[in-house]
Each structure stands twice: as structure tokens, then as C-alpha cells.
């Protein structure tokens, strides 16, 4: 094969179906690595498996497969501020034996440049409900909203006046607003129209989890936490 031949065999679209996620792409992205996984498939020395359309098939996680080829593309490894997801993009990595990239895995750059620094907003929901009653009724319900902007603290402290609610120092110099108790209905409404007043501040949504107690022999807790971030600038002393 002469160096024509080659070059053109290397810039040849390849079309890969991960996980049901089609990626096109060039097959000397594919072998930029040539130790990973995919340089290893793509130079015949591992065996593949073809979809019905006669795509290669991959059946790993089609989403993060676009941060894998990006990362083959640049070798930069670049991820939206709000990701969340980085313990499985670390799998995928390992998957694709990608070393420079589970390096870059492993020691991540800070998200923010020096100047800028991350403020963060707590927002939970507990829920206590009855273990006897069908359908499972809400007994009690309450919300907290925990941090250390104080601004976003006297914005809710001001546009909230019609809700019960008491505040308490917590550590770390974070304040707390408890709002409740309240009844289901009451607990929804407010919270939808807290989560709109913080995201219009500027926040976005980190991440959320549930947490499942029980407590008595007639009602379960159940916890609801969303964490809320936006970047801001420091400010010197």
C-alpha cells in the first residue's frame, strides 16, 4: 500500500454504534492511542462485532462515548461545569485503556480558574409518611435551604413572607431556612417556586439523591436533597 493509499484509508469515516449512540469519526482518531482498546480493534488485533446496518458495535455507555472521542480528537480533556458523571466516565476510560485520559481522570484541573471560586446552595425536602395508610399518605413536610450566600439567604427571606419558617447558624458559617411543617400540597408548590428563585440567581443544578429512613413503627422519612452551584468572582481583603 503506497502513502496515498494509506492516508486515505486513515481519513476513511468510520461509524461506531455505542450503546445504541451513533459517532462517526476517522479511523486515525480511532488509533491516536495505539496501546488503548480501540487502537488495538481498529488495527485488527481485537475482535469486533458489526450492528444490523454493518456499524461497529461497542456495548458500553453511547453518552460518555462522546467525551471518549472528543478526548481522541484533542487530547484535552474538556467536561461541561454541571457534570456529574466523572466516576463513570473514569470506567469508560479504563474500558478503553485509554491511559492519558484516566491520567487526566485522576488528576483533575480545578473547574474555575484562581480568580473564581464556587458558591453552593442546599435545598432538601423530608417527608414523613405513614407505613399503614393506602395509598401512603404524607404526614408531615418540611424545607430547608442551607448556605453561605447571604444575599440569596435575604432574597428568600424577603420574597417568601408568607411561609412559616425560622433560621439557624449552622457550621461552616452557613445559615439554614426551615420552612414548615407543612402539608404535601403546600410542600410542592413551595418548593418549585424556591428552586425557580435560586436557578434565576444563577445557579444550576449539581446534583440530587434520596435518602430513606425509618424512624417509628408507623411512618417512614424520606429525604429529598438537590445541590445548587454557580461560579463567582473573589473578592480581596
Not at 474555575?112 to 405513614?130: C, H, M
Amino acid at each position: 500500500m503506497d502513502n496515498g493509499d494509506w492516508g486515505h484509508r486513515m481519513s476513511t469515516p468510520v461509524t461506531l454504534n455505542v450503546g445504541g449512540n451513533l459517532y462517526t469519526t476517522s479511523l486515525s482518531t480511532l488509533q491516536r492511542y495505539p496501546d488503548s482498546m480501540l487502537g488495538a480493534m481498529f488495527r485488527g488485533d481485537f475482535p469486533t462485532t458489526r450492528d444490523s446496518k454493518g456499524n461497529y458495535f461497542i456495548d458500553r455507555d453511547g453518552t460518555l462515548f462522546r467525551y471518549i472521542l472528543n478526548f481522541l480528537r484533542t487530547s484535552e480533556l474538556t467536561l461541561p461545569l454541571d457534570f456529574t458523571e466523572t466516576d463513570l466516565l473514569r470506567k469508560e476510560a479504563d474500558f478503553y485503556q485509554i491511559e492519558p485520559l484516566i491520567q487526566c481522570l485522576n488528576d483533575p484541573k480545578p473547574l474555575y480558574p484562581p480568580d473564581i471560586f464556587e458558591q453552593v446552595v442546599e435545598l432538601s425536602s423530608t417527608r414523613k409518611l405513614s407505613k399503614y395508610s393506602n395509598p401512603v399518605a404524607v404526614i408531615i413536610t418540611q424545607l430547608t435551604i442551607t448556605t453561605k450566600v447571604h444575599g440569596l439567604l435575604e432574597g428568600v427571606s424577603n420574597n417568601f413572607t408568607k411561609w412559616n419558617k425560622h433560621m439557624m447558624d449552622t457550621r461552616d458559617c452557613q445559615v439554614s431556612f426551615t420552612f414548615g411543617p407543612c402539608d404535601y400540597h403546600q410542600e410542592v408548590s413551595l418548593r418549585v417556586l424556591l428552586m425557580d428563585y435560586i436557578m434565576k440567581q444563577g445557579f444550576t443544578i449539581r446534583n440530587t439523591r434520596v435518602h430513606h429512613m425509618s424512624e417509628r413503627a408507623n411512618e417512614n422519612t424520606v429525604e429529598h436533597h438537590w445541590t445548587f452551584c454557580r461560579p463567582a468572582h473573589k473578592v480581596e481583603d
